[in-house]
């Protein structure tokens, strides 16, 4: 029902940015959190970046000050700007929504994961 759409990956050479996008359609009834994880081959999934219903944000210490998580409330969308990118940013990029639906229940909805390579 609820489903979040990722787009914005792909390759892109150290220094170089990205823009990642995520737009969720259903209904979301009761928005808490989004955010962005990343997972790299052989190592854990790790929270890159959250914006909560009132619009507060949370970041990585590995990516403080290259990367900027923000919303675009009416479409529903989340976007994550990714500057000097480097090559230890590397990842499956997934989209998370963090929800409660009519009886109050949470939920947590994924995007499918996007691509991000940082190579020469």
């Known amino acids: 029902q609820v489903q979040l759409v990722e787009s914005g990956g792909g390759l892109v050479q150290p220094g170089g940015s990205l823009r990642l996008s995520c737009a969720a359609s259903?209904?979301?009834?009761?928005?808490?959190?989004m955010g962005w994880y990343r997972q790299a081959p052989g190592k854990q999934r790790e929270l890159v970046a959250s914006?909560?219903?009132?619009?507060?944000?949370n970041y990585a210490d590995s990516v403080k000050g290259r990367f900027t998580i923000s919303r675009d409330n009416p479409k529903n969308t989340v976007f994550l700007q990714m500057n000097r990118l480097k090559p230890e940013d590397t990842a499956v990029y997934y989209c998370n929504l963090d929800r409660r639906d009519y009886t109050n229940r949470n939920y947590r909805d994924w995007g499918q994961g996007t691509q991000v390579t940082v190579s020469s």
């Open positions: 914006i909560t219903v009132d619009g507060s944000t």
């Open positions: 259903g209904n979301i009834f009761r928005f808490k959190a």
